[in-house]
């Protein structure tokens, strides 16, 4: 099956992951995607046509790239089984590009994100919630990467049942390591260190975490890697603070060994959105997951799925993101006796809980099971 996948941005990890694990499976990749000024990542195997430039948000800046884009995509998808777009935008981009086309196309399109604009009460949300309706009822699948998606919007928002979806959660990859690095031992220092990893855009996560640091008096410690988006330069940010350091961009999954073996505890919360219902308290954080594999505890926001799940299973603590004194109470009166309890506990996850199993294959399967739910030419 040659699938065309449609991406926002080259480096997006969570797309490398869908793309080689399909092709492992069979599915032969052709990839096309979009170049922005984003964290380099690892180069995808196979190579990819760049569809040009796009900035961060700018949506109606947008429009002239895809429709320069529109051709590229249109000559590969005349050659394709199926189209797999990230993101509203793309599959807007692969549909048209399938608009005339001789034969049927098959179309699934992924969620990692409900964006702010589809849940407001003005024309142009309501306007961009039709237009996905009217492509869902058009597309092969929906994958999302949490299933509260499906529960919070796509049938309570868009009133959307029966739906034809998959889960696949942001996990590590099956063949992930199978022996956890022995991780170094902080247990005796009374410092508590917590480590703030991956795309850094919370301005409120980083104001809580400057003041445990400032109010800790040393015996709190903040470690941040990844890139910074819309938060201003980090490194001369904290530079006059010794209790906070940020190491830069990484590459995933190679450094992440190095990261998680520096901290206790990890950072998970969600960039905070305010208290009304929003994407913030259905989306599944990746450091969830690859916390649970390091066997670290976390901090999650509280009101979301990664909290619901942490605190069931006793993996760490909610904190309240909408007051930063709690918030920063929360971090100062951590114990070492929790740190150890939390640890306990996320050694006895199974595997499931963090790892995909057969993903992949109910995927491939459910593409290649003949349906009558295609992107059709236009007659």
């Given amino acids: 099956m040659k699938i065309v996948f449609l991406l926002p941005v080259i480096s997006d990890a969570r797309a490398h992951k869908r793309i080689n694990a399909l092709k492992k499976l069979g599915a032969q990749p052709v990839v096309l995607a979009f170049e922005r000024d984003y964290y380099g990542g690892k180069p995808i195997p196979g190579g990819y046509q ?11 800046k947008r429009l002239v790239p895809f429709l320069k884009a529109l051709f590229a995509v249109r000559d590969q998808v005349k050659k394709a089984d199926a189209i797999y777009a990230f993101g509203l935008d793309l599959f807007l981009l692969g549909w048209l590009a399938c608009l005339g086309c001789n034969r049927p196309v098959k179309a699934v399109y992924e969620v990692a994100d409900i964006r702010e604009v589809l849940l407001g009460k003005g024309i142009l949300s309501r306007c961009l919630r039709r237009l996905e309706r009217f492509l869902l009822r058009r597309a092969e699948l929906l994958v999302v990467t949490s299933e509260a998606f499906v529960q919070g919007y796509y049938r309570r928002i868009q009133k959307l049942d ?10 590590l990859d099956a063949g992930f390591p199978a022996d956890v690095p022995v991780l ?88 905070y959105q305010g208290v009304g219902i929003g994407n913030y ?14 066997k670290k505890p976390m901090f999650a926001q509280k009101g979301t799925e990664d909290c619901r799940v942490i605190e069931a299973l006793g993996l760490g603590a909610g904190v309240d993101l909408s007051n930063i004194e709690a918030s920063v109470e929360r971090i100062l009166r951590i114990t070492r006796a929790e740190l150890n309890q939390w640890r306990r506990n996320l050694a006895l996850l199974p595997e499931g809980v963090y790892k995909l199993t057969n993903e992949h294959e109910q995927l491939l399967s459910m593409l290649e099971t003949s349906t009558d739910n295609r992107l059709k030419p236009v007659v």
């Fill in 50 to 60: 760049s569809l040009g430039h796009i900035e961060h948000s700018r949506y109606f």
């Fill in 184 to 271: 170094s031992d902080h247990s005796t220092d009374g410092i508590v260190r917590i480590g703030y990893f991956g795309v850094i855009r919370c301005p409120r996560s980083l104001e809580i975490l400057r003041e445990a640091a400032e109010q800790g008096n040393g015996r709190v410690q903040v470690y941040i890697r990844g890139f910074p988006l819309g938060v201003g330069d980090l490194a001369n940010k904290f530079r006059s603070n010794p209790n906070i350091a940020y190491g830069g961009p990484y590459v995933a999954p190679d450094d992440l060994p190095t990261l998680y073996d520096r901290v206790d505890i990890i950072w998970a919360c969600y960039p």
């Fill in 162 to 171: 029966p739906l034809h979806y998959l889960v696949i959660e942001n996990k």
């Fill in 281 to 294: 308290r259905w989306a599944r954080t990746n450091r969830f997951y690859e916390a649970c594999y390091f």
